[in-house]
Antibody, heavy 119, light 108 residues
Framework: QVRLEQSGAELKEPGASVRISCTTS????????VHWVRQAPGQGLQWLGR????????HYSQRFQGRISITRDTSTATVYMELSSLTSDDTAIYYC????????????WGQGTLVTVSS | EIVLTQSPGTLSLSPGERATLSCGAS???????LTWYQQMPGQAPRLLIY???TRATGIPDRFSGSGSGTDFTLTISRLEPEDFAVYYC?????????FGQGTRLEIK
Protein backbone atom coordinates (compact mmCIF):
# COMPACT_ATOMS: atom_id res chain seq x y z
CA GLN A 1 0.00 0.00 0.00
CA VAL A 2 1.04 3.60 -0.51
CA ARG A 3 2.91 5.02 2.48
CA LEU A 4 4.59 8.33 3.19
CA GLU A 5 6.64 8.13 6.40
CA GLN A 6 8.01 11.35 7.83
CA SER A 7 10.91 11.96 10.16
CA GLY A 8 10.42 12.81 13.81
CA ALA A 9 9.68 16.00 15.68
CA GLU A 10 12.23 18.81 15.68
CA LEU A 11 13.02 21.59 18.13
CA LYS A 12 14.93 24.48 16.63
CA GLU A 13 16.12 27.87 17.79
CA PRO A 14 15.12 31.03 15.93
CA GLY A 15 17.36 31.62 12.93
CA ALA A 16 18.19 27.95 12.47
CA SER A 17 17.21 25.64 9.63
CA VAL A 18 15.23 22.41 9.70
CA ARG A 19 15.30 19.47 7.32
CA ILE A 20 12.41 16.99 7.27
CA SER A 21 12.29 13.76 5.31
CA CYS A 22 9.38 11.92 3.70
CA THR A 23 10.16 8.33 2.72
CA THR A 24 7.70 6.83 0.29
CA SER A 25 6.80 3.25 -0.56
CA UNK A 26 4.16 1.20 -2.31
CA UNK A 27 4.22 3.01 -5.64
CA UNK A 28 6.50 4.13 -8.46
CA UNK A 29 8.27 7.09 -6.88
CA UNK A 30 9.20 8.85 -10.11
CA UNK A 31 5.64 8.88 -11.42
CA UNK A 32 4.37 11.43 -8.92
CA UNK A 33 4.89 14.82 -7.35
CA VAL A 34 5.37 15.31 -3.62
CA HIS A 35 4.16 18.48 -1.94
CA TRP A 36 4.68 20.01 1.49
CA VAL A 37 1.81 21.54 3.45
CA ARG A 38 1.97 22.93 6.97
CA GLN A 39 -0.50 23.62 9.75
CA ALA A 40 0.24 25.99 12.60
CA PRO A 41 -1.30 25.10 15.98
CA GLY A 42 -5.07 25.47 15.78
CA GLN A 43 -4.85 26.93 12.29
CA GLY A 44 -5.61 25.91 8.72
CA LEU A 45 -3.49 24.41 5.95
CA GLN A 46 -0.80 26.25 4.00
CA TRP A 47 0.94 24.99 0.88
CA LEU A 48 4.74 25.42 0.79
CA GLY A 49 5.86 23.85 -2.48
CA ARG A 50 6.49 20.64 -4.40
CA UNK A 51 9.03 18.55 -6.24
CA UNK A 52 8.63 16.41 -9.32
CA UNK A 53 10.13 13.10 -8.35
CA UNK A 54 11.24 12.19 -11.88
CA UNK A 55 13.24 15.27 -12.83
CA UNK A 56 13.59 16.98 -9.46
CA UNK A 57 11.91 20.15 -10.73
CA UNK A 58 10.57 22.33 -7.95
CA HIS A 59 7.95 25.01 -7.48
CA TYR A 60 7.57 27.02 -4.29
CA SER A 61 4.98 29.29 -2.79
CA GLN A 62 6.14 32.88 -3.14
CA ARG A 63 5.74 33.28 0.61
CA PHE A 64 8.62 30.87 1.19
CA GLN A 65 10.73 31.60 -1.86
CA GLY A 66 14.33 32.06 -0.89
CA ARG A 67 14.24 30.08 2.34
CA ILE A 68 12.77 26.73 1.27
CA SER A 69 14.38 23.90 -0.63
CA ILE A 70 12.68 20.64 -1.61
CA THR A 71 14.82 17.84 -3.00
CA ARG A 72 14.39 14.17 -3.72
CA ASP A 73 16.59 11.06 -3.70
CA THR A 74 15.36 8.52 -6.23
CA SER A 75 17.61 5.78 -4.80
CA THR A 76 15.71 5.83 -1.51
CA ALA A 77 12.36 7.22 -2.73
CA THR A 78 12.69 10.02 -0.21
CA VAL A 79 11.80 13.68 -0.42
CA TYR A 80 13.39 16.32 1.78
CA MET A 81 12.14 19.75 2.76
CA GLU A 82 14.52 22.28 4.26
CA LEU A 83 13.31 25.58 5.67
CA SER A 84 15.80 28.19 6.81
CA SER A 85 15.78 31.37 8.90
CA LEU A 86 13.17 29.92 11.21
CA THR A 87 11.00 32.11 13.43
CA SER A 88 8.30 31.24 15.93
CA ASP A 89 5.77 31.68 13.11
CA ASP A 90 7.22 28.54 11.52
CA THR A 91 6.10 26.41 14.46
CA ALA A 92 3.71 23.96 12.81
CA ILE A 93 3.04 20.41 11.77
CA TYR A 94 4.58 19.83 8.36
CA TYR A 95 2.99 17.26 6.04
CA CYS A 96 4.20 15.72 2.83
CA UNK A 97 1.53 14.68 0.35
CA UNK A 98 1.48 12.92 -3.02
CA UNK A 99 -0.05 14.25 -6.21
CA UNK A 100 -0.28 12.59 -9.57
CA UNK A 101 0.68 15.30 -12.01
CA UNK A 102 -2.16 17.62 -13.09
CA UNK A 103 -4.57 16.03 -10.58
CA UNK A 104 -4.53 19.19 -8.42
CA UNK A 105 -5.24 17.27 -5.23
CA UNK A 106 -3.40 15.23 -2.62
CA UNK A 107 -4.53 11.63 -2.34
CA UNK A 108 -2.00 10.36 0.20
CA TRP A 109 -0.43 12.20 3.12
CA GLY A 110 2.38 11.58 5.56
CA GLN A 111 1.65 11.48 9.27
CA GLY A 112 3.08 14.93 9.88
CA THR A 113 6.20 16.26 11.59
CA LEU A 114 5.98 18.78 14.39
CA VAL A 115 8.55 21.55 14.14
CA THR A 116 8.81 23.79 17.17
CA VAL A 117 10.83 27.00 16.95
CA SER A 118 11.73 28.33 20.36
CA SER A 119 14.71 29.72 22.22
CA GLU B 1 -4.08 35.04 -5.56
CA ILE B 2 -7.47 33.40 -5.27
CA VAL B 3 -8.88 33.44 -1.74
CA LEU B 4 -11.23 30.68 -0.60
CA THR B 5 -13.74 31.57 2.12
CA GLN B 6 -15.56 28.76 3.88
CA SER B 7 -18.85 29.14 5.69
CA PRO B 8 -20.00 28.69 8.28
CA GLY B 9 -16.95 28.65 10.50
CA THR B 10 -18.65 26.18 12.80
CA LEU B 11 -21.70 24.04 12.08
CA SER B 12 -23.54 22.34 14.94
CA LEU B 13 -25.74 19.44 13.90
CA SER B 14 -26.97 16.10 15.19
CA PRO B 15 -26.27 12.63 13.76
CA GLY B 16 -28.74 11.83 11.01
CA GLU B 17 -29.08 15.46 9.92
CA ARG B 18 -27.93 16.91 6.60
CA ALA B 19 -24.84 19.12 6.51
CA THR B 20 -24.16 21.76 3.88
CA LEU B 21 -20.72 23.35 3.84
CA SER B 22 -19.84 26.23 1.50
CA CYS B 23 -16.62 27.34 -0.16
CA GLY B 24 -16.57 30.66 -1.98
CA ALA B 25 -13.77 31.77 -4.27
CA SER B 26 -12.70 35.37 -4.82
CA UNK B 27 -12.53 34.69 -8.57
CA UNK B 28 -13.97 32.10 -10.93
CA UNK B 29 -12.05 28.85 -10.56
CA UNK B 30 -11.61 25.76 -12.67
CA UNK B 31 -13.99 23.11 -11.37
CA UNK B 32 -11.37 20.45 -12.10
CA UNK B 33 -9.17 21.91 -9.39
CA LEU B 34 -11.60 22.23 -6.47
CA THR B 35 -11.06 19.67 -3.72
CA TRP B 36 -12.46 18.87 -0.27
CA TYR B 37 -10.62 17.26 2.66
CA GLN B 38 -11.70 16.02 6.07
CA GLN B 39 -9.37 16.35 9.05
CA MET B 40 -9.86 14.52 12.31
CA PRO B 41 -8.08 15.77 15.45
CA GLY B 42 -4.43 14.79 15.47
CA GLN B 43 -4.55 13.32 11.98
CA ALA B 44 -3.48 14.32 8.50
CA PRO B 45 -6.15 15.55 6.12
CA ARG B 46 -8.07 12.91 4.20
CA LEU B 47 -9.10 13.38 0.58
CA LEU B 48 -12.89 13.36 0.21
CA ILE B 49 -13.89 14.97 -3.08
CA TYR B 50 -11.84 16.15 -6.05
CA UNK B 51 -12.72 17.91 -9.31
CA UNK B 52 -15.70 19.44 -7.46
CA UNK B 53 -17.83 16.30 -7.39
CA THR B 54 -15.76 13.09 -7.71
CA ARG B 55 -15.58 11.01 -4.55
CA ALA B 56 -12.16 9.66 -3.65
CA THR B 57 -11.62 5.95 -3.25
CA GLY B 58 -13.46 4.54 -0.26
CA ILE B 59 -15.49 7.65 0.51
CA PRO B 60 -19.14 6.84 1.35
CA ASP B 61 -21.84 8.09 -1.00
CA ARG B 62 -23.39 10.24 1.72
CA PHE B 63 -20.64 12.73 0.80
CA SER B 64 -21.25 14.76 -2.34
CA GLY B 65 -19.77 17.87 -3.92
CA SER B 66 -21.22 20.39 -6.30
CA GLY B 67 -20.78 23.90 -7.62
CA SER B 68 -19.16 25.99 -10.30
CA GLY B 69 -17.69 29.41 -10.88
CA THR B 70 -17.12 30.90 -7.44
CA ASP B 71 -19.51 28.83 -5.29
CA PHE B 72 -18.93 25.26 -4.21
CA THR B 73 -20.68 23.01 -1.72
CA LEU B 74 -19.90 19.86 0.22
CA THR B 75 -23.01 18.01 1.36
CA ILE B 76 -23.20 15.18 3.85
CA SER B 77 -26.64 13.69 3.42
CA ARG B 78 -27.01 11.96 6.80
CA LEU B 79 -24.39 12.62 9.42
CA GLU B 80 -22.68 9.69 11.07
CA PRO B 81 -20.80 10.09 14.38
CA GLU B 82 -17.46 9.75 12.57
CA ASP B 83 -18.24 12.72 10.27
CA PHE B 84 -17.74 15.33 12.97
CA ALA B 85 -14.43 16.89 12.01
CA VAL B 86 -12.93 19.91 10.25
CA TYR B 87 -13.44 20.24 6.50
CA TYR B 88 -11.24 22.21 4.12
CA CYS B 89 -11.71 23.19 0.51
CA UNK B 90 -8.63 23.60 -1.68
CA UNK B 91 -7.97 25.04 -5.11
CA UNK B 92 -5.12 24.97 -7.58
CA UNK B 93 -4.58 28.00 -9.78
CA UNK B 94 -1.88 30.49 -10.82
CA UNK B 95 0.71 27.78 -10.07
CA UNK B 96 -0.18 27.52 -6.42
CA UNK B 97 -2.44 25.66 -4.05
CA UNK B 98 -4.68 27.52 -1.64
CA PHE B 99 -6.91 26.28 1.17
CA GLY B 100 -9.99 27.69 2.79
CA GLN B 101 -9.82 28.38 6.51
CA GLY B 102 -11.97 25.36 7.33
CA THR B 103 -15.42 24.56 8.69
CA ARG B 104 -15.67 22.77 12.01
CA LEU B 105 -18.59 20.33 12.06
CA GLU B 106 -19.51 19.64 15.67
CA ILE B 107 -22.10 17.54 17.42
CA LYS B 108 -25.09 19.54 18.63
Amino acid sequence: QVRLEQSGAELKEPGASVRISCTTSGYTFTSYLVHWVRQAPGQGLQWLGRVGCLGGDTHYSQRFQGRISITRDTSTATVYMELSSLTSDDTAIYYCARERGLDFHFEFWGQGTLVTVSS
Amino acid sequence: EIVLTQSPGTLSLSPGERATLSCGASQTVNSNSLTWYQQMPGQAPRLLIYATSTRATGIPDRFSGSGSGTDFTLTISRLEPEDFAVYYCQHYGDSMFTFGQGTRLEIK
